[in-house]
């Protein structure tokens, strides 16, 4: 006579942390377009991240001493430069967070922070890959690797290639690391120029939406893309 039994639930919040720009971050949490976020709520309710985990930011480096990322950082080079690029992206993938701070809120709350600069190499392609293998060999934990660069000619133009780096990016994947690119942003200059590093094999490459959920102005695009993710003023560190 009994239809059915199941055990009690109760309801509780979405997990949101206690950083104090955090409501700025639409990319995490869209209260303009709602949905058009990656729905970062729902995913730290099941899983936060892990501090064995370390993102190799291959980029113009982090700011070590920075608040937000100062106990997240896992050996890599010191300083920085292309205007504090490298410090935003490592900000967005993994700034401390739930502490409490004026700060933001990084996507994964534990993972720690490898920076491998490659703003002060002069373009040298050898230099680009020892920097890429330099972090695949850092540490086995050393997972995934964010590339938000493209390689240009001596005319500012995307679309050249490099042997060189493309073993680079070959030898994380044969290691069984993720390399996640960024498309580039030469849509509107390069209509549908393919980039590079994009545009190898193997990779993640990344497109760009704004804060209405739509493929922003300067997004590049081709059938190389995989996915797409809010790009467009972005809050980080």
Request: charge should be negative; proline fraction near 3%; charged fraction near 15%.
């Amino acid at each position: 006579e009994v239809l059915y039994a199941e055990s009690n639930v109760i309801a509780k919040p979405l997990a949101t942390p206690s950083d104090e720009r955090f409501d700025f971050q639409w990319n995490l949490k869209n209260t303009v377009t709602a949905g058009e976020d990656i729905h970062a709520e729902a995913a730290w309710d099941i899983y936060t991240g892990n501090p064995n985990n370390i993102i190799g930011v291959i980029d113009g480096g982090i700011e070590v001493s920075h608040v937000d990322l100062n106990n997240k950082v896992a050996g890599g080079d010191t300083g920085y430069g292309w205007d504090e690029h490298g410090i935003h992206v490592a900000g967005i993938a993994a700034a401390e967070t739930n502490n409490g701070t004026e700060g933001i809120a990084g996507v994964d709350w534990h993972a720690k922070i490898h920076a491998q600069r490659i703003d002060n190499l002069d373009g040298d392609a050898l230099d680009i890959y020892e920097a890429i293998v330099n972090a695949v060999d850092y540490s086995p934990n050393l997972y995934v690797l964010n590339h938000s660069w493209d390689l240009k000619d001596e005319n500012n133009n995307v679309g050249s290639s490099s042997l060189t780096i493309r073993q680079a990016f070959a030898y994380a994947y044969k290691a069984n690391r993720t390399s996640v690119v960024g498309i580039g942003n030469h849509q509107d200059s390069q209509p549908n120029v393919v980039g590079y590093p994009a545009g190898f094999d193997n990779v993640i490459t990344v497109g760009s939406t704004n804060i209405f959920g739509t493929i922003s102005i300067t997004s590049a695009q081709g059938s190389h893309i995989d996915v797409v993710a809010p790009g467009v003023g972005i809050m980080s560190t």
